[in-house]
Nanobody, 128 residues
Framework: VQLQAFGGGLVQAGGSLRLSCAVSGRAISNYGMGWFRQAPGKEREFVAAITWSGLSTYYRDSVKGRFTFSRDNAKNTVYLQMNSLKPEDTAVYYC??????????????????????WGQGTQVTVSS
């Protein structure tokens, strides 16, 4: 399974970016997906997740209302729309695929250990 994340870049505070994660080698339709990020000198943290059905999404508190996670199973791709970006959103963003099909729940999908496939990361830099 290969995940390729792209769409990062440099943006001013208040701006928007849309990250994409294209998956090959596995149909994602039965799998939850997640986005995580790692800022310099910090541990990787959960950002957002979407269930296999797409009916539920989960977000860390600091991005709620600003980020939107969506999926297009026909394209085997997921997206993270990021609006009202803040300097503290600066990080390398990673997409990941759940190791287990048909999973749900924020406590499960927010845990890194439940993902077995990861993208290479895309840099998001928000200037003040």
């Amino acid at each position: 399974v290969q995940l390729q994340a792209f769409g990062g870049g440099l943006v001013q505070a208040g701006g928007s970016l849309r990250l994409s994660c294209a998956v090959s080698g596995r149909a994602i339709s039965n799998y939850g997906m997640g986005w995580f990020r790692q800022a310099p000198g910090k541990e990787r943290e959960f950002v957002a997740a979407i269930t296999w059905s797409g009916l539920s999404t989960y977000y860390r508190d600091s991005v709620k209302g600003r980020f939107t996670f969506s999926r297009d199973n026909a394209k085997n791709t997921v997206y993270l729309q990021m609006n009202s970006l803040k300097p503290e959103d600066t990080a390398v963003y990673y997409c990941a695929a759940d190791r287990r099909p048909f999973s749900s729940g924020s406590s499960y999908l927010s845990r890194e250990s439940n993902y077995d496939s990861w993208g290479q990361g895309t840099q998001v830099t928000v200037s003040s």
